[in-house]
């Protein structure tokens, strides 16, 4: 392999896996404060590309479209979010409420992609990128396209803006304690709710920014729903729950592995995410059986 094809996968693995990690962040996000496995995460992410669509078709496929695309589906997104969040997904939150949420979420899933469907039919689409967005760099060789170039560094921007609020904010620091303790939040004052609608819809709109992202790299269909739930749940999985941090890994190191094989076998490549999964989860129970010999070992 040369340098330059070696440099040309890593530009597509690098753009897949921020595409990846913008639905696995909102998946992770959700269920790691709330508790809530949300199901129709796929759906949000087909509802974004469907309306990235919808705005550039209205707007052109210009500069000025995108941008909007970028700025106005996730914020819409959030906001329908909030609504889901006050209306019907508070109503679930409890230690035994688990199932509930599931099927929630399960039978949202179902409506956001029915009413999909109602609105755009079932063929597929396509959107156009903007001529500013058309070209490409040679990089040593190797080509990289301007667009994989603003997934990439959109990718980086959103995982340090994400850091950022968790770790330097207040906002951040009560939503980390609301994955310890909601209960004693709440008796300090803080409003619990008014934080899980915040949390809730912010982890809507990540997911539907993936699907904006997504938008231009193939056919928009129906199928996009399952394509992207799976990924994201794998991701979450292999990177930690609750760990945004191993969520930006994973996705990186999937995507990245993913454009590798996709060069020696494209047939191969969609198990890629599930083989890494196994060993990640492998690695996990074999350094746990160590440690309870170790923890044995010095009680005896």
Known sequence: MSFATFLDQLFAGLSLGFILFFSAAGLNLVWGVLGVMNFAAGAVYMLGAY?????????????????????????????GGAVVEILLLRRTYG????NQQFMLTLALSYLLAGGIVLVYGTGFR???????????????GATLPEYTAVVIVLGVLVAAGIWGLMYCTRVGLLTRAAVDDRMMLSV???NVNRLYTAVFAFGIGLGA???????????????????????????????????MTGALVAAVAIGVIESFVTLQSPTLAPL?????????????????????????????
């Open 95 to 98: 230690e035994h409420d688990e």
């Open 272 to 300: 890629t995410p599930y083989a890494v999964m196994t060993l990640v989860l492998l690695a996990r129970a074999a350094s746990g059986r160590r440690l309870l010999a170790t923890r044995s070992a010095v009680s005896r």
């Open 188 to 190: 300090l004052g803080v």
């Open 51 to 79: 309306l990235a669509t919808t705005v550039i078709g209205h707007v052109g496929a210009s500069t000025l479209g995108w941008v909007l695309a970028l700025a106005l589906v996730p914020l819409l997104a959030a906001l």
């Open 126 to 140: 396509t959107v156009a990128l903007p001529a500013s967005l058309n070209g490409s760099w040679g990089v040593f």
């Open 209 to 243: 920014l993936g699907g904006v992202v997504d938008a231009p790299n193939g056919a928009v269909t129906t199928n996009l729903e399952t394509a992207a739930l799976v990924p994201a749940f794998i991701v979450v999985v292999t990177g930690g729950l609750g760990s």
